[in-house]
């Protein structure tokens, strides 16, 4: 709350962009897993119909996901806090990562601060994203929970509506969940290692 709030980034967004630096390179660096892949793969049979994620590092989209609903923002785009003004990502981090200082990024028309179109404490979810979500799990027949801790309201009530009407629940999570006990599968493990092989027996492999 102190650094990653609306509230802390308008009054200190020097702290955020210092807690965010690292997490940034990771991003940027990063690449898709097997789970990621395996989920694109099962789309792409039809045995999936939409990824809900609270991630905001695009893995998705890169492992070849082309339903993605990103309930919490994502890192592709940041806004002007001041007049709005909305520019890739690319064009301020590579320069925010390359100052020795970690300076904070601003808006080339105003001035203002740059924030990532991320959702931060005390913001709200984009609405069409979570519609959208809501729309698909009021129609799933079964739902996939892979690795989340299902800690976050609102998304952790996600699983609750799909089990309410009569939806089947399978849960992949290295540690246990509150939604376990009512799951029909619970499998305690790596979703890099599970998936893949959720994915191929999908495929009948």
Not at 23 to 39: D, I, R
Not at 59 to 67: K, W
Not at 71 to 80: F, I, P
Not at 125 to 137: D, E, G, Q, R, S
Request: proline share 6%; aromatic share 4%; glycine share 6%.
């Amino acid at each position: 709350m102190e650094v990653a709030s609306i509230y802390a980034f308008r009054h200190r967004p020097d702290a955020f962009y210092c807690w965010i630096r690292p997490m940034v390179t990771t991003l940027l660096t990063a690449e898709p897993n097997p789970g990621h892949v395996a989920l694109a793969e099962m789309e792409a049979g039809g045995w999936l119909k939409v990824v809900i994620t609270q991630n905001i590092d695009n893995l998705h989209q890169r492992a070849g996901s082309r339903q993605v609903l990103e309930l919490h923002g994502h890192m592709r785009e940041a806004t002007c806090i001041s007049c709005y003004q909305t520019v890739p990502s690319s064009e301020i981090l590579e320069d925010f990562l390359a100052s020795d200082e970690g300076e904070v990024p601003h808006c080339a028309v105003c001035g203002g601060v740059m924030k990532p179109n991320v959702v931060l404490f005390g913001e709200q979810l984009p609405i069409k994203a979570v519609n959208a979500a809501m729309a698909h799990v009021r129609q799933a027949d079964v739902m996939l929970i892979a690795g989340s801790s299902l800690e976050v309201m609102p998304v952790s009530h996600l699983p609750l509506l799909v089990h309410e009407q009569d939806g089947h629940l399978i849960v992949v999570n290295l540690t246990p969940t509150y939604i376990d006990s009512i799951a029909d599968v619970v499998i305690h493990a790596d979703v890099a290692e599970v998936l893949p092989r959720i994915a191929q027996a999908c495929a009948g492999g």
